[in-house]
Every structure is written in structure tokens, then in C-alpha cells.
């Protein structure tokens, strides 16, 4: 059953409360626990007495097969300060470490000791010598989270292939490793191979001896998970005898100890957890192959009289112990342990075949009732007979994982009346391909076509494991998606003699390395999205965010690509007045045959925009009444150490800097003011969905959402963020300006894409790309149908 993580037990243990420590619940077998672990840690180098002139961390690969380490990083954290891991210098890494193979990273050093050997990777990070908190991450990105003051989100925790704390560190695995000194290191034990997932268990201290790639490999074995065992609340059950070894005649005489249900449990925690059993079941998945789960599911084929007790168990066997295959009966010993939340037999000490026999799929629904979890059928063969809606593709290229959800689509909770997060959570399964494989060259549910928000899944069925804190339905046979989620060539005709529209660009950049594309040949493949795109929307004057803030030179080199494809001198880019100094800007483009500029473009210089707007009034080339466009990108969402008082996340689903795009959106409706701006249109990303504070100011002030008039509830949102979607791009107009307001639409080109399908080439599949709009971006651009009166008014 579910239960306390590893590390959360083994504070139980020692008598710690958890209410007054930080434990991770580190990644269970999805992928697979502990393969490439942090097996060395020091942070006295170069101080005075110290034996070595640099900190550094070593890492380790203790599992059976070579794990590539590209895109992923070594990220440091102060033991209990207030900064994230990515504020720190992140060590980016590359190259595939062997078997038994060590990775030295350099870090940070002084004037004292002797060289370290030739280091793998170098970095920046200048660690503490007794006290901190070193993060092995499966991404190069920086971690917005330091597990202290601000908590890792499920998302973030699944990039954590691993984690040291030690001394007085606020985030760890189960107690943190002891504190070290200038002249001691924290050496994970067994040369590395130890994992218990308790850093006060597998580190202890020693004199620094630092091991790179030119070290003889020392392979550990089989690895598999080595838990510490989970203590429970209820009465200790009864003794149970090992079971007799099994008859070298006939293995299938000895006969089970427990049955599948006992083992499981009513609770939270297995009852025999850390006792050796052996179970008869029939197997209903078999992903015992090293790029898989390293084990299969069994179940008893006739369940007991209680409804709260699973009759399926996972066994962590690979094939290479005892190859098995879907309906063989089979008869299991191994020892019961609680990992990370699964219940599960490790190790697996002899599996039987005893014959074949058939398992029927336990029939599910969603919404589960308030307050009903999966608990009840965990590990066992399961089916939703009911058509359900894909809601989430965020991992599926790099993890093979969709979420399909009941009752349509997920909203954010903060986008519209109605919507909660429990509720959403109670309507969405998670759906995994029985993988470990990181950015696999097949990508599933990719075949015919990838697969689409709003496209609907017939008959998931497969057994319900458990990793990374969510249920996951590990397929036993190929789930049906049909495309009810149609590509639109182009956006709903708006109606109108005025097309304006609003697009974020996602990042934009002329200069390669820095964002957006790494090399010339993404960069084009962008550029060639980007064009497919505006020459969908074919508007008027677009107003485009994450630009590169580089002058004329980004933006009029996608003027120039667009104009080649639909006429020369067809667009041309506004420069801004006063840009910032951010990386990315704000800009606008328009067809001069159309619209014709009313004065000069404007900005702001209030120190409250870090991306000031850009603002120009227009009037059709036939004359007529004028419309001013401001096009702003308020500050984002993510957290960091200057997100404090008002801008810190106060719990209400509106995140950090909430505050400051409150005074954006108020600066913002006294420029309209101040500058005496005719019928003004505000258009952009301003970071806040639909009913949160910063546009309810912007309402307020007397400014109308036109995809909230014009856009059906179903179809309003532009954007996917943890699994749920909601409209970050608006678009509000003044009272006078509303009478002109004939249509709005927003082209779902890009929110309801997975990513697989951008520009990108150093993950996604080459087969995948397409010279076309859709995903584009990663927000939806927003048009809007204005219907002006002409005359020389």
C-alpha cells in the first residue's frame, strides 16, 4: 500500500518529527532508483589546512547499464538559506558514465592543498565546507526550488536524480549525512554503491579521495533497491518463518506463505513490511528489461472479502533472474518493503512458474469520490472502459507519460469560477509507458500522429503502479486516441476591416547559445515556425513578445523571413522607444498598406515594468477612428529569493511576483490615462490568468477581456502548465473601443502541441518536425476583429 517515503520512515525511526525536517521523497522505480548517484562530496577546498585546492562532487554509477548525462547537472544549495538551487552556478554534464564508472566534477577553490585529478566536468559553485545541500538534476535548467524555504513541486522533485544534505541541511534524503570540515569529505558508503535513500545512513565522513573517469570502474552487481525498513503504527504482526528453501525436485511445492492481500494491507503501510514472504499470483505485467521497471506486477486471481486490500504486488525482478511473461502463474519470495510510496517484494529471492492462469482488469471511473485514492487497486490489472480526454503531454517525449482526464479538458483553478485543484486531480490518470528510457527515439503515442490536447483515449488499460508521489497506469495493451481535437489550418475568421493580434514568440533570438535556438539549423527551423504562424494569423499589426532585446535586429529579421513569404514590404517592425534592458522585449509589426501610425510609438520608464510597453496608436490607411495598442508582458510567475512580502506566493494559486503584476496592471491603466490614449486595446502575456488579481484590476479599471465576451469557456485558454490549461494572453479593450469589438478568437496552435513537435533538435525525433505553425510557440496567439468607421474623422 502507500506510505511513508523511505526517508520520511527512517526519520520515524530515529524518533525525528517530521513536521520539523525536510525529506525527499526521492524517485522510485520509474526511473530506476538510484542508478547514478552522488557518491562524494567536498567543500573545504583551497582553505587553509586542506588537503586539496578545490571543492568538489563526485558521481557514481551504480547500476548495470550506461546512462547517458546529458542534460542533466550538479546544483548547489546553502543549508538552510533562502536561495534556490539555480541561483547558485549550475555544472552542466555530458558523456555516458559506464557501470561502476566515477565522474569528477571541480567546483570552486584557494590558494591551499594539492590539484585534484584531472576533473570530468568544471564549475563555479563555491560550497560550504561543513553544511549544505548538493543536487544531482536531470536538467540543465536551474532548480527554482531549494527544498527549504521553497519546497520542491512534484515536477521539480522528478528531476532529482539524487540528493546530498549534510550537516545542518534543511533538505535531504531521510537524515542528513554528517557535517564535514576542510579536511574531511562526505563518501557514500560501499564505494559508492550504497543507497538506502538516507544520507545519514549511506555517507559517512573520511579524508578526501576524489575519483574520476580514468579510476578502475567498480561495478556494484544487481542493483536494485536497498530500503531501509518502514516502521508502522499498527501492532507488530506475528513472526513469520522464512520460508523453507524451495525443493531442488519441484519449486512449486512449496507453497505461499501469505496471500497478496495480506501483504498489501487495509492501511497505508504493508503489515509485514521488512519481512521475507512468498505470494501466489498470476502475472499481469512483465517489465523486467533494464530499460523498463526491472520487475513485474502479479495478482491473486481470486481477491479475499475486503474491498481496501489490493490483490496486486510488483516484484523487483529482472529478467535476467527469472524471465516470466504475461499469464504465468508463479510463485514468489522475496522481502516486503515500502518504496517510496509502492509496496513491492525487493529483493526477489526465487520466482517459481508454476502453470498459467487468467486475471480480469478491475473496472475503474473517473472522478474518483472525495477522499478515494487508488490505494485499493494498486498494482493490480485495472481498465477505464470510459472515453477520457488528454489533458497532458508535457513529458511525453522524455518520459513517454500522458494524463487523460475525465469531464474534458483541466483548467487552471484560477482561470475561471467553478474549477479546483482537488477536483482536477481527482479527474486525471496518468498514463506511463513501463519505461525508465529518458528521451527515447520512439516516442509512444506518437503513431499514427502525436497526440493532441483535447483528443480522446478509448479503453486504458494496464496495471497501477506508483512512483514520483502518483499512481501510474502502466499500459498491458495499446490505448485507442482519437483525434477529436482538430489542427486548424488557420484561426476562426474574425470578423472585421481590422485584424489585430497578440503572440508570444518563446524566445526569439538572432544570437545562438543564448535563448531560444542552440544552432543554425534550429534557428531556422524556428524562424520557419514562427513565419507559418503569422501568415496564419495574416493581421494587421501583431503585437509579439520574447523577442531578443538586440535593437531592430531580431525583429526585422522576422519581418524580412514573413515578407518573403507574403510580399515584399508587406510588414514592418515599430522600434521602441525605451526597451529595457531585459533579454527580451516587447515589439510590434503591422502592414504600413493598412495602417498608417498616429505619432510615434511610446513606452514607459516606471521602474515597475522590467519589459516596458510598447505603445502606438493607429487609424487604417482609409482613415477614420484611431485604436492604440499596448502591448506589455508582465513579470512571470517563478519564484526566487526577491519574491518577498506581497511578491511571495501567499497559497491562492497565484504564485510569485503577484504583487508586482497588480502594479504593472495598475501602471499600465494610468498610462492609458496620463497619456490620454484613444480607444486602447491592451494586448500581451501578462502572466495571470483570467480571474486573478492583476486582470480583475485591469476589469476595474474599466477594461473588457474580448476572449472572455467572445470566446466560448471550452475553447478560452492559451496556454498548458502542470497539466492544467488557462489563458495567460489577453486582450481588453476600453468601453469605446468594445462597440468596434466584432470577434475574437484564439488559434490553439501551440498549447495544445506537445513539445516534441518544436523546433528543438537535441531530443525530439527528426521525423516529428513539420515546416509549419503548429508548435510554434508554446502560447497561443489571440485575434482579435475590429470594425472601424472610415471617413477622415
Request: aromatic share 6%; with cysteine.
Amino acid at each position: 500500500m502507500r506510505a511513508l517515503s523511505r526517508a520520511s520512515a527512517a526519520l520515524v525511526a530515529v524518533g525525528i518529527a517530521a513536521a520539523g525536517v525536510t525529506a525527499l521523497t526521492s524517485a522510485p522505480a520509474l526511473a530506476e532508483p538510484g542508478t547514478v548517484v552522488i557518491s562524494q562530496v567536498y567543500g573545504g577546498g583551497g582553505n587553509s589546512g586542506a588537503p586539496l585546492t578545490n571543492d568538489f562532487v563526485e558521481l557514481f554509477n551504480r547500476g548495470p547499464a550506461a546512462v547517458a548525462l546529458d542534460g542533466w547537472s550538479v546544483q548547489y544549495g546553502s543549508a538552510t538559506g533562502t536561495g534556490n538551487f539555480g541561483a547558485n552556478p549550475v555544472v552542466p554534464l555530458s558523456g555516458t558514465l559506464a557501470p561502476g564508472q566515477y565522474h569528477l566534477v571541480q567546483l570552486a577553490g584557494g590558494a591551499n592543498g594539492a590539484p585534484l585529478p584531472a576533473p570530468d566536468s568544471t564549475g563555479a559553485i563555491n560550497m560550504s565546507g561543513s553544511a549544505g545541500k548538493v543536487v544531482l538534476a536531470r536538467s540543465a535548467e536551474g532548480l527554482a526550488c531549494n527544498g527549504g524555504s521553497t519546497p520542491c513541486t512534484a515536477e521539480q522533485a522528478a528531476l532529482i536524480a539524487d540528493l546530498i544534505g549534510y550537516g545542518t541541511a534543511n533538505y535531504s534524503e531521510g537524515t542528513a549525512a554528517p557535517a564535514l570540515s576542510g579536511t574531511t569529505a562526505g563518501l557514500r558508503k560501499d564505494h559508492g554503491c550504497a543507497d538506502t535513500d538516507v544520507n545519514g545512513a549511506d555517507v559517512e565522513t573520511a579524508a578526501p579521495a576524489p575519483r574520476n573517469r580514468a579510476t578502475a570502474p567498480a561495478p556494484c552487481g544487481d542493483v536494485g533497491p536497498t530500503p531501509t525498513p518502514t516502521p508502522t503504527a499498527e501492532p507488530t504482526p506475528t513472526p513469520t518463518p522464512t520460508p523453507t528453501p524451495t525443493p531442488p525436485g519441484d519449486p512449486c511445492e512449496t507453497p505461499a506463505t501469505h496471500r497478496i492481500a495480506q501483504v498489501q494491507g487495509s492501511g497505508d503501510v504493508s503489515p509485514l513490511a521488512g519481512q521475507s514472504v512468498r505470494v501466489e499470483g498470476v502475472v499481469t505485467g512483465d517489465f523486467q528489461e533494464t530499460d523498463q521497471l526491472s520487475g513485474f506486477f502479479l495478482q491473486d486471481p481470486t481477491p479475499d472479502a475486503d474491498p481496501a486490500t489490493s490483490e496486486g504486488l510488483f516484484a523487483f525482478a529482472r529478467s535476467s533472474f527469472k524471465d516470466v511473461k504475461a499469464g504465468d502463474r508463479v510463485l514468489v519470495t522475496g522481502k516486503v518493503v515500502e518504496f517510496n510510496g509502492w509496496t513491492e517484494l525487493s529483493p526477489v529471492t526465487a520466482v517459481d512458474v508454476c502453470g498459467t492462469g487468467t486475471v480480469q482488469p478491475a473496472r475503474q471511473s473517473l472522478p474518483r469520490p472525495d477522499g478515494v485514492t487508488f490505494e485499493p487497486v494498486e498494482s493490480m490489472l485495472v481498465t477505464f472502459p470510459e472515453p477520457l480526454t488528454v489533458s497532458d503531454h508535457y513529458n511525453l517525449g522524455r518520459f513517454g507519460e500522458v494524463t487523460l482526464s475525465s469531464e474534458g479538458r483541466v483548467f487552471q483553478p484560477t482561470d475561471r469560477p467553478g474549477v479546483d485543484a482537488a477536483g482536477n486531480a481527482r479527474r486525471t490518470l496518468l498514463v506511463d509507458d513501463g519505461s525508465t528510457r529518458e528521451n527515447p527515439s520512439v516516442i509512444p503515442y506518437t503513431d499514427p500522429r502525436a497526440v493532441r490536447l483535447g483528443d480522446t483515449a478509448f479503453g486504458a488499460t494496464g496495471v497501477l503502479g506508483y512512483g514520483f508521489g502518483k499512481y501510474r497506469l502502466q499500459p498491458t495493451k495499446p490505448i485507442n486516441f482519437l483525434r477529436t481535437s482538430p489542427r486548424l489550418p488557420a484561426p476562426f475568421p474574425v470578423l472585421g476591416n481590422v485584424k489585430v493580434a497578440g503572440f508570444n514568440t518563446l524566445n526569439w533570438f538572432t544570437t545562438l547559445g543564448s535563448r531560444g535556438a542552440s544552432n543554425a539549423g534550429e534557428q531556422q527551423r524556428q524562424l520557419t515556425k514562427l513565419v507559418a504562424a503569422l501568415k496564419g494569423m495574416n493581421a494587421d499589426v501583431v503585437g509579439l513578445m520574447e523577442v531578443q532585446n538586440n535593437g531592430q535586429t531580431a525583429v526585422q529579421a522576422l519581418v524580412d523571413a514573413l515578407n518573403a513569404e507574403v510580399g515584399a514590404g508587406t510588414y514592418a517592425a515599430l522600434a521602441h522607444p525605451y526597451p529595457g534592458t531585459d533579454l527580451i522585449h516587447v515589439t510590434m509589426i503591422y502592414k504600413p498598406g493598412r495602417l498608417q501610425l498616429v505619432g510615434a510609438a511610446q513606452s514607459s520608464t516606471d521602474p515597475v515594468f522590467r519589459r516596458p510597453p510598447l505603445i502606438q496608436t493607429f487609424r487604417r490607411v482609409q482613415g477614420g477612428q484611431p485604436f492604440t495598442m499596448i502591448v506589455n508582458h508582465f513579470k512571470s510567475k517563478g519564484c526566487d529569493d526577491d519574491a518577498i512580502g506581497p511578491d511571495a506566493d501567499q497559497g491562492d494559486g497565484q504564485s510569485c511576483y503577484n504583487g508586482e503584476r497588480v502594479r504593472q496592471a495598475e501602471a499600465t491603466l494610468g498610462l492609458i490615462d496620463s497619456l490620454e490614449l484613444p480607444n486602447p486595446l491592451v494586448l500581451g502575456d501578462l502572466n495571470a490568468y483570467g480571474e486573478e488579481d492583476p486582470i480583475d484590476t485591469l476589469e476595474t479599471g474599466g477594461l473588457t477581456s474580448v476572449t472572455k465576451r467572445f470566446v466560448p469557456a471550452p475553447l478560452r485558454y492559451s496556454y498548458l502548465f502542470d497539466g492544467q490549461v488557462g489563458e495567460l494572453d489577453h486582450a481588453l479593450v476600453g468601453k469605446d473601443l468594445l462597440k468596434r469589438v466584432t470577434s475574437a478568437t484564439i488559434w490553439h496552435v501551440n498549447a495544445d502541441e506537445s513539445r516534441i513537435l518544436d523546433y528543438n533538435t537535441e531530443y525530439n525525433p527528426p521525423a516529428l518536425y513539420r515546416p509549419d505553425a503548429f508548435r510554434s510557440s508554446d502560447h497561443d496567439p489571440v485575434v482579435i476583429g475590429l470594425t472601424l468607421p472610415g471617413g477622415r474623422g
